[in-house]
């Protein structure tokens, strides 16, 4: 079945310590897109790719690293550098203006 | 810059009760895409309709319906004879169209919890 994958499901950070975010589609998309969920705010555009090896800042990217080597692939990894990672993060992947597709989600959490 | 308002934070009502999510939007672009999500408990973000602007003809699924108002920048969506199983968030979005520039993302509303009472 064509999808997107989100793992881990969970996620928990210490303290000053990078972490990364798996997000691999099959539905041969060239757009993906890490969006980040607090609660009451909606969803706030972290990274977002149009093509390999190409990818471009949303409107809070500052503490965040993304890489498009493999068009089914697009990592997010949350630097020590992002203050308040908690959130829940949600990947997306579209072909051009048409329906985006979600995967399932990684909740992160400092501890 | 694009903008997407739903003003309703969070709606409660009792099942079969008809109950309307509001959203208004704000975009620059004369070609542009709506869209309605829904978002279970689960947190996974489910389809439920995408509207382009040159399409303001209302639309009918089963128990829901969308309402497509240019004049007003409105993109409503209805539930009619709602159910527990209709209790989620739900989110509006716009995408903008090909006049090249900005994040080429989805900018989403801040969401409506809808609860749906037995």
């Known amino acids: 079945d064509g999808g997107i994958t989100q793992s881990p499901k969970y996620l928990f950070r210490k303290e000053g310590q990078n972490v990364t975010l798996s997000c691999e589609q099959n539905?041969?998309?060239?757009?993906m897109y890490w969006y980040r969920q607090d609660p009451g705010q909606g969803l706030r555009l972290i990274y977002y790719?149009?093509?390999?090896?190409?990818?471009q800042k949303g409107d809070i990217a500052e503490g965040y690293s993304v890489s498009r080597e493999k068009k089914e692939s697009f990592p997010l990894t949350v630097t020590s550098a992002q203050k308040n990672p908690t959130a829940f993060y949600l990947c997306?992947?579209?072909?051009?203006?048409?329906?985006?597709?979600f995967g399932q989600g990684t909740r992160l959490t400092v501890v | 810059a694009q903008k997407v308002t739903q003003a309703q934070t969070e709606i409660s009502v009792v099942e079969k009760e008809d109950v309307t999510l509001d959203c208004v939007y704000e975009?620059?672009?004369?070609?542009?895409?709506l869209f309605w999500y829904k978002q279970p408990p689960s947190g996974e973000l489910v389809f439920l309709i995408r509207?382009?602007?040159?399409?303001?003809q209302n639309e009918i699924s089963g128990r829901y319906s969308w309402n497509f108002q240019k004049s007003t920048s409105s993109f409503n969506f209805t539930i009619t004879a709602s159910q527990v199983v209709d209790s989620a968030v739900y989110f509006c979005?716009?995408?903008?169209?090909?006049?090249?520039?900005?994040?080429?993302?989805?900018?989403f509303g801040k969401g409506t919890h809808l609860i749906i009472q037995p």
């Open positions: 509207r382009n602007s040159f399409d303001e």
């Open positions: 997306a992947s579209r072909r051009d203006r048409e329906v985006a597709f």
């Open positions: 539905l041969n998309h060239d757009a």
């Open positions: 790719s149009q093509i390999v090896n190409d990818f």
């Open positions: 979005a716009l995408s903008e169209g090909y006049s090249g520039g900005g994040a080429d993302g989805l900018t």
């Open positions: 975009t620059r672009d004369t070609t542009y895409y």
